[in-house]
């Protein structure tokens, strides 16, 4: 079946470095749709991101990933961290005709001042 | 933007007893999902349904039961408890042809 690897669990950085969240799916339809799922302390996870084109750059509220088929990957990036945006994040894939959506197990994003 | 509520927020119970975790959304999607949500585990699927009378069995379904009732409403039912079950759990639902789920607020359930 299809699968999400959210490779880090926790990840905690310093306000103003650079934040990257590593996705990889599989899945054996050729047309997936991805998602970034944020979810803060004590909220229910919303919609940060999704995509379904190949190769194509999405951006939201300064977060930014593009959809690599190549490399089965969607990695969840942003320039320069808050400490807003300390957080839950979960990928998460889709593919069309399947009711089901497929979430990694999250990563978790502390900023430090 | 969907409105999805759910209800009680939070529940404790003992081990062996009944609980039922209600879902009510208000701009008529037609899936709806319940999920739980445990550290390292992320957002499992226990059952889901795509209408009224539907159901379907996500990936966690043991010892839980589901019903969709209307358009709105779906419940989840746990009959015998077990502390195997304490968990934050969430109803979701989105809409034919566009995959963003959007989430309730979550029921926090203690078994005890």
């Known amino acids: 079946g299809d699968s999400v690897t959210q490779t880090e669990g926790l990840v905690t950085l310093t306000e103003g470095l650079p934040v990257m969240l590593n996705c990889t799916y599989q899945?054996?339809?050729?047309?997936?749709?991805l998602f970034w799922y944020v979810q803060h302390l004590n909220e229910s996870p919303r919609l940060l991101l999704k995509?379904?084109?190949?190769?194509k750059r999405t951006e939201h509220q300064g977060f930014h990933a593009t959809l690599h088929k190549s490399s089965s990957s969607f990695h969840l990036q942003k320039s320069s961290a808050q400490l807003s945006d300390s957080a839950l994040y979960y990928c998460?894939?889709?593919?069309?005709?399947?009711?089901?959506?497929?979430f990694g197990a999250g990563t978790k994003l502390t900023i430090k001042p | 933007e969907a409105a999805v509520t759910q209800s009680p927020r939070n529940k404790v119970t003992v081990t062996g007893g009944n609980v039922t975790l209600s879902c009510r959304q208000t701009?008529?999607?037609?899936?709806m999902y319940w999920y739980r949500q445990d550290t390292g585990h992320g957002l499992r699927l226990i059952h889901y349904?795509?209408?009224?009378?539907?159901?379907q069995i996500g990936d966690v379904p043991d010892g839980y039961k589901a019903t969709r009732t209307t358009q709105e409403d779906f419940f989840l039912l746990l009959e015998l408890a077990s502390p195997s079950q304490t968990s934050l759990y969430f109803c979701?639902?989105?809409?034919?042809?566009?995959?963003?789920?959007?989430f309730g607020p979550g029921t926090r359930l203690t078994v005890l």
């Open positions: 979701a639902s989105r809409d034919w042809g566009d995959a963003e789920q959007f």
């Open positions: 899945t054996i339809y050729s047309n997936p749709f």
């Open positions: 995509s379904f084109t190949d190769n």
């Open positions: 998460a894939l889709s593919v069309y005709g399947n009711e089901k959506i497929t």
């Open positions: 701009n008529s999607h037609n899936y």
């Open positions: 349904s795509y209408g009224a009378g539907n159901l």
